[in-house]
């Protein structure tokens, strides 16, 4: 959402809308065995992206029967170390110039 406002057209869309970002994940494994199966997730979700963090949650749905029984959710919260502390976290840790 934060492309599509900036560089294709603003929409007005409520500024919560406006910092959404909508993510497709996937995790596939193929078997060594005879068969070579593949199995995995297939994890649709939404970020939301604020300033100095972002939060996401994550459907994890089985890519086929042999994956996994059912579906799960995974959830994710990281803070940008840069930008919530600049004064700690913006200079170099070797070799730059104080």
Known sequence: MPYLKSAVKDYDLPDFVNHLVPVVETSLSIGTGGDHSVT??????????????????????????????????????HIFLDDALPSLFSKPIFGGNE
């Open 40 to 77: 995995g997730t297939v994890n649709p979700g939404v970020i939301y992206l604020a300033d100095s963090w972002q939060f996401g949650v994550e459907a994890m749905v089985p890519y086929n029967a042999s994956s996994q029984s059912g579906t799960g959710v995974i959830g994710q919260f």
